[in-house]
């Protein structure tokens, strides 16, 4: 039996960048943050949390076990962390 094999050079695929931004949130039984992803680091938890939730509310979403995460489109996320640059 012979078996023909070809080799696939391969390719290099373009790799775009996610067009959302996912940041969690983990909070203590009493409200405060435990943690909190990608916060700036003139910020505190509590601010970069306020900032989000002051300014795109309707990409939080709330998870059981003191868990939620914001699923932010990645342009209104640059626009919002360019604002915090300036």
Same mark, same amino acid.
């Given at each position: 039996?012979?078996? +023909? /094999?070809?080799?696939? %050079?391969?390719?290099? &695929?373009?790799?775009?960048?996610?067009?959302?931004? +996912?940041?969690?949130?983990?909070? *203590?039984?009493? &409200?405060?943050?435990f943690?909190?992803?990608? =916060?700036? %680091? /003139?910020?505190?938890? =509590? %601010? *970069?949390f306020? +900032?989000?939730?002051?300014?795109?509310?309707?990409?939080?979403?709330?998870? &059981?076990?003191? =868990?939620?995460?914001?699923?932010?489109? =990645?342009?209104?996320?640059?626009?919002?962390?360019?604002?915090?640059?300036?």
């Amino acid at each position: 039996m012979t078996a +023909l /094999a070809k080799i696939v %050079e391969p390719t290099t &695929a373009f790799v775009e960048e996610p067009s959302e931004v +996912l940041i969690h949130v983990r909070f *203590w039984p009493s &409200a405060e943050i435990f943690t909190i992803d990608g =916060r700036p %680091e /003139a910020m505190t938890d =509590r %601010e *970069w949390f306020n +900032l989000l939730y002051m300014g795109v509310p309707q990409h939080y979403q709330t998870l &059981a076990n003191g =868990r939620g995460f914001f699923r932010i489109p =990645r342009p209104t996320f640059d626009q919002l962390t360019a604002d915090i640059a300036a």
